[in-house]
Structure formats: structure tokens, C-alpha cells
T-cell receptor
Framework: GAVVSQHPSWVICKSGTSVKIECRSL??????MFWYRQFPKQSLMLMAT?????????EQGVEKDKFLINHASLTLSTLTVTSAHPEDSSFYIC?????????????FGSGTQLSVL | QKEVEQNSGPLSVPEGAIASLNCTYS??????FFWYRQYSGKSPELIMF????GDKEDGRFTAQLNKASQYVSLLIRDSQPSDSATYLC????????????FGAGTQVVVTP
């Protein structure tokens, strides 16, 4: 079964609304979570790195005020796309990384297809 | 400048044949490399990872790594139609466990 749960799997919203995507690690503590974005026929592009209890680190060109990331616990990170516009329509994927000698795991969520009308 | 490069394809392979996928990377210090398979609209799924020079085999898949040439490849033996997908090469970013840099992916089409 899935060890990283991502929800929702798809969402359609009107332009100007905000959308929250959740990423949960189910059976391990994820000290770090990553958020990727993938446009059609393109590769995964890292948006930000999220560490539990601290501010996310955003990649160059990613607007931190538009893509709000919260990593309040070792099992949950959320990505909120604020005031979404059609150009934000994309496939968003999270991954969760555990650390430590017995917890070096890396798993991907199932992805969220966002369509902004 | 792209740091992980792959041929975009599509790579057309007859059923039962060997599919050969290539990937080059620019950071000479990179240590760990991953091959993911991604079906359309789905999240990537890990096929193999490799960190030592040479070959690593797992079932019908063989990963090959040559750090001197900064080259990693994936061979798929006895290709099946279900292998039709996009294959992503990923490199683990140094000093950052879990942070991957992906290539653009190679689309593989296995024809019956």
C-alpha cells in the first residue's frame, strides 16, 4: 500500500481561488518533504524543500507567496496554491524523505492534477 | 544548462527486444542515481537505484553506471507492452537526502 498519501488526486477550481494539497507520510517520519510540479510532457521540476518546523526553501523562480508550504508535523506537509490562475494548472507531486540509519526512505505521493478554469 | 540529460524519444522497441535508455549528468560529485517509470497522469515509481560503478541487475532491468564518463543507463530486457511509459533518470543532489534532480524523461513505446 501507499506509504505517502497525497490528497486530493485531482481538483478543478475557478481562477482566483486557493487550493490546498496535502502530503502525508503514513508509516514513517518524514523530516523533509519535497514539492514538484510537472507540466505536460515535461519532467518534474522541484518547487521547494520543506523541513518540519521550519520555513520552506524555494527554488529559483518559484513565488513563495503564491505557493505556501506548511510542514507542521513529521507526517504532514501542505502546499497551498493561492489565487490560482490557469497557468498554475499542472501536476503537483510531493515526496517524503525519512532520515536516520533505519529510516532513510524516499517515497512519492500519487500526485494532484490541478486544473484552473 | 541542463544538469541531467536524456533523449526525449519516443524510443520504439519491438516486444521481446531490449530497450536501452541513456542519461548523462553534469555534477561530477554525484553519487546516487535513480531510474523511475512514469505512466501518463501518474506519479513516478522507482525501478532501480545505483551508486557503484558497473552493472546492477533486478529482474528484466539492468542499470549501468560509469562515473568517469558521468553516464548512467537502463536496459530493459524482453520488453513488454506494459513497459510503455516515460522513464525518468534522477540524480540525488549532494548533501541533501531526498532531493532529486530529474532529466526530461525518455518515452518508450513497446510495439506488439
Amino acid at each position: 500500500g501507499a506509504v505517502v498519501s497525497q490528497h486530493p488526486s485531482w481538483v478543478i477550481c475557478k481562477s482566483g481561488t486557493s487550493v490546498k494539497i496535502e502530503c502525508r507520510s503514513l508509516d514513517f517520519q518524514a523530516t523533509t518533504m519535497f514539492w514538484y510540479r510537472q507540466f505536460p510532457k515535461q519532467s518534474l521540476m522541484l518547487m521547494a524543500t520543506s523541513n518540519e518546523g521550519s520555513k520552506a526553501t524555494y527554488e529559483q523562480g518559484v513565488e513563495k507567496d503564491k505557493f505556501l508550504i506548511n510542514h507542521a508535523s513529521l507526517t504532514l506537509s501542505t502546499l497551498t496554491v493561492t489565487s490560482a490562475h490557469p497557468e498554475d494548472s499542472s501536476f503537483y507531486i510531493c515526496s517524503a524523505a525519512g532520515t536516520g540509519a533505519t529510516n532513510e526512505k524516499l517515497f512519492f505521493g500519487s500526485g494532484t492534477q490541478l486544473s484552473v478554469l | 544548462q541542463k544538469e541531467v540529460e536524456q533523449n526525449s524519444g519516443p524510443l520504439s522497441v519491438p516486444e521481446g527486444a531490449i530497450a536501452s535508455l541513456n542519461c548523462t549528468y553534469s555534477d561530477r560529485g554525484s553519487q546516487s542515481f535513480f531510474w523511475y517509470r512514469q505512466y501518463s497522469g501518474k506519479s513516478p515509481e522507482l525501478i532501480m537505484f545505483i551508486y557503484s560503478n558497473g552493472d546492477k541487475e533486478d529482474g528484466r532491468f539492468t542499470a549501468q553506471l560509469n562515473k568517469a564518463s558521468q553516464y548512467v543507463s537502463l536496459l530493459i530486457r524482453d520488453s513488454q507492452p506494459s513497459d510503455s511509459a516515460t522513464y525518468l533518470c534522477a540524480v540525488l543532489v549532494l548533501d541533501s537526502w531526498g532531493k532529486l534532480q530529474f532529466g526530461a524523461g525518455t518515452q518508450v513505446v513497446v510495439t506488439p
